[in-house]
């Protein structure tokens, strides 16, 4: 594994996620913007925070395998939240959740949560990319 998660004495810690990744790997991944699409580029949970993190979740970990990887290389996470207001992490955490149990991992890697106005299609409501390192 080409990633060591860490959360450094001195900082708080994060349940959501660990503060720190360290990358041994040689091979950067970079994974564009993931949305509440399927395989066939149909939005999943419309209008549903949860399913559509989950599904962003999922196209993230299908990325990753189809360049032989997985969650456990992801070095860093950028999650874009439509119209984001704290309470909407429940639902952003569940769909979280529902994705690390369906994928058998718990993928908390450093992460940077940003709310933003709209994106590219109405309907989705996150997106999330990722910055994977592997051997």
């Given at each position: 594994?080409?990633?060591?998660?860490?959360?450094?004495?001195?900082?708080?810690?994060?349940?959501?996620?660990?503060?720190?990744?360290i990358?041994?790997?040689?091979?950067?991944?970079?994974?564009?913007?993931?949305?509440?699409?399927?395989?066939?580029?149909?939005?999943?949970?419309?209008?549903?925070?949860?399913?559509?993190?989950?599904?962003?979740?999922?196209?993230?970990?299908?990325?990753l395998?189809?360049?032989?990887?997985?969650?456990?290389?992801?070095?860093?996470?950028?999650?874009?939240?439509?119209?984001?207001?704290?309470?909407?992490?429940?639902?952003?955490?569940?769909?979280i959740?529902?994705?690390?149990?369906?994928?058998?991992?718990?993928?908390?890697?450093?992460?940077?949560?940003?709310?933003?106005?709209?994106?590219?299609?109405?309907?989705?409501?996150?997106?999330?990319?990722?910055?994977?390192?592997?051997?």
């Amino acid at each position: 594994m080409a990633i060591t998660l860490v959360n450094p004495s001195g900082l708080p810690e994060i349940d959501v996620y660990r503060q720190v990744s360290i990358a041994s790997g040689s091979r950067l991944v970079f994974i564009a913007g993931q949305v509440a699409w399927d395989a066939q580029g149909i939005t999943v949970g419309d209008g549903d925070l949860t399913a559509q993190v989950e599904q962003c979740y999922l196209n993230i970990a299908t990325a990753l395998a189809e360049v032989g990887g997985s969650f456990d290389d992801v070095a860093k996470l950028t999650v874009h939240v439509v119209d984001w207001t704290p309470d909407k992490m429940p639902s952003l955490l569940e769909g979280i959740s529902r994705a690390a149990t369906k994928l058998e991992v718990t993928p908390v890697p450093p992460a940077t949560l940003l709310g933003v106005a709209a994106l590219d299609v109405l309907a989705h409501l996150v997106e999330i990319e990722a910055i994977a390192v592997l051997d």
